[in-house]
Protein backbone atom coordinates (compact mmCIF):
# COMPACT_ATOMS: atom_id res chain seq x y z
CA UNK A 1 0.00 0.00 0.00
CA UNK A 2 1.18 3.78 -1.20
CA UNK A 3 1.24 6.08 1.46
CA UNK A 4 2.49 9.48 1.84
CA UNK A 5 3.36 10.54 5.66
CA UNK A 6 4.30 14.13 6.67
CA UNK A 7 6.68 15.28 9.31
CA UNK A 8 8.49 18.14 10.89
CA UNK A 9 5.82 20.56 11.74
CA UNK A 10 5.09 22.15 15.07
CA UNK A 11 4.68 25.66 16.73
CA UNK A 12 7.34 28.62 15.67
CA UNK A 13 7.85 32.09 16.63
CA UNK A 14 7.16 34.43 13.77
CA UNK A 15 10.15 35.09 12.00
CA UNK A 16 11.53 31.18 12.48
CA UNK A 17 12.17 28.65 10.20
CA UNK A 18 10.39 24.80 10.15
CA UNK A 19 11.32 21.92 7.23
CA UNK A 20 8.44 19.83 6.67
CA UNK A 21 9.55 16.28 5.10
CA UNK A 22 7.14 13.99 2.90
CA UNK A 23 7.90 10.53 2.30
CA UNK A 24 6.72 8.05 0.52
CA UNK A 25 5.89 4.16 1.11
CA UNK A 26 5.54 1.61 -0.83
CA UNK A 27 6.35 -0.74 -3.69
CA UNK A 28 6.91 2.45 -5.69
CA UNK A 29 8.42 2.96 -8.99
CA UNK A 30 8.47 6.18 -9.58
CA UNK A 31 6.88 9.44 -8.43
CA UNK A 32 5.07 12.11 -10.70
CA UNK A 33 5.02 16.16 -9.41
CA UNK A 34 5.03 16.36 -6.01
CA UNK A 35 3.31 19.30 -3.75
CA UNK A 36 2.73 21.10 -0.85
CA UNK A 37 -0.55 22.31 0.02
CA UNK A 38 -2.44 23.75 3.10
CA UNK A 39 -5.43 24.83 4.32
CA UNK A 40 -5.62 27.42 7.29
CA UNK A 41 -9.24 27.43 9.55
CA UNK A 42 -12.30 28.62 6.95
CA UNK A 43 -10.10 28.82 4.07
CA UNK A 44 -9.71 26.64 1.06
CA UNK A 45 -6.70 24.10 0.29
CA UNK A 46 -4.36 26.10 -1.48
CA UNK A 47 -1.02 24.98 -3.37
CA UNK A 48 1.78 26.47 -1.58
CA UNK A 49 4.93 24.61 -3.99
CA UNK A 50 5.20 22.18 -6.40
CA UNK A 51 8.26 20.33 -8.19
CA UNK A 52 8.55 18.19 -11.10
CA UNK A 53 10.37 14.54 -10.82
CA UNK A 54 13.10 16.80 -12.93
CA UNK A 55 13.27 19.45 -10.57
CA UNK A 56 10.85 21.94 -11.74
CA UNK A 57 9.57 24.19 -8.87
CA UNK A 58 6.90 26.42 -8.80
CA UNK A 59 5.32 28.73 -5.69
CA UNK A 60 2.31 30.55 -4.92
CA UNK A 61 3.22 33.81 -4.33
CA UNK A 62 2.76 34.69 -1.41
CA UNK A 63 5.73 31.90 -0.13
CA UNK A 64 8.32 33.25 -2.86
CA UNK A 65 11.50 33.99 -1.10
CA UNK A 66 10.74 32.37 1.82
CA UNK A 67 9.77 28.82 1.20
CA UNK A 68 11.98 26.49 -1.05
CA UNK A 69 10.41 22.98 -2.02
CA UNK A 70 13.20 19.93 -3.12
CA UNK A 71 13.10 16.54 -3.60
CA UNK A 72 15.22 13.32 -2.77
CA UNK A 73 13.87 10.67 -5.48
CA UNK A 74 16.07 8.03 -4.40
CA UNK A 75 14.76 8.39 -0.93
CA UNK A 76 11.37 9.01 -2.19
CA UNK A 77 10.91 12.19 -0.46
CA UNK A 78 10.12 15.54 -0.50
CA UNK A 79 10.94 18.95 1.67
CA UNK A 80 9.30 22.32 2.52
CA UNK A 81 11.94 24.43 3.73
CA UNK A 82 9.98 27.17 5.25
CA UNK A 83 12.09 30.61 6.42
CA UNK A 84 10.72 34.08 7.69
CA UNK A 85 7.71 32.21 8.71
CA UNK A 86 4.61 34.45 9.07
CA UNK A 87 1.05 33.75 11.35
CA UNK A 88 -0.49 33.69 7.91
CA UNK A 89 1.52 30.81 7.43
CA UNK A 90 -0.45 29.02 9.79
CA UNK A 91 -2.15 25.73 8.39
CA UNK A 92 -2.28 22.27 8.15
CA UNK A 93 0.16 21.29 5.33
CA UNK A 94 -0.35 18.64 3.45
CA UNK A 95 1.66 16.59 1.12
CA UNK A 96 0.38 15.37 -2.51
CA UNK A 97 1.53 13.54 -5.39
CA UNK A 98 -0.38 13.72 -9.18
CA UNK A 99 0.75 9.86 -9.92
CA UNK A 100 2.88 7.32 -8.58
CA UNK A 101 3.41 4.67 -10.54
CA UNK A 102 3.77 1.15 -9.10
CA UNK A 103 3.72 -2.59 -10.37
CA UNK A 104 0.32 -2.91 -11.49
CA UNK A 105 -1.06 0.38 -11.28
CA UNK A 106 -0.60 4.33 -11.39
CA UNK A 107 -2.33 5.72 -8.59
CA UNK A 108 -3.45 9.53 -8.88
CA UNK A 109 -3.85 12.20 -6.43
CA UNK A 110 -2.47 11.14 -3.37
CA UNK A 111 -2.72 12.95 -0.14
CA UNK A 112 -0.68 12.70 3.03
CA UNK A 113 -2.59 13.08 6.73
CA UNK A 114 -1.28 16.62 6.75
CA UNK A 115 0.74 17.96 9.51
CA UNK A 116 0.11 21.10 11.46
CA UNK A 117 2.09 24.61 11.63
CA UNK A 118 1.51 27.05 13.89
CA UNK A 119 3.17 30.68 13.70
CA UNK A 120 2.88 32.96 16.86
CA UNK A 121 3.09 36.42 16.64
Known amino acids: QVQLVESGGGLVQAGGSLRLSCAASGTILSINTMGWYRQAPGKQRELVAA???????NYVDSVKGRFSISRDNAKRTVYLQMNSLKPEDTAVYYCNSDRILTRGMTLYNRWGQGTQVTVSS
Open 51 to 57: ITREGST
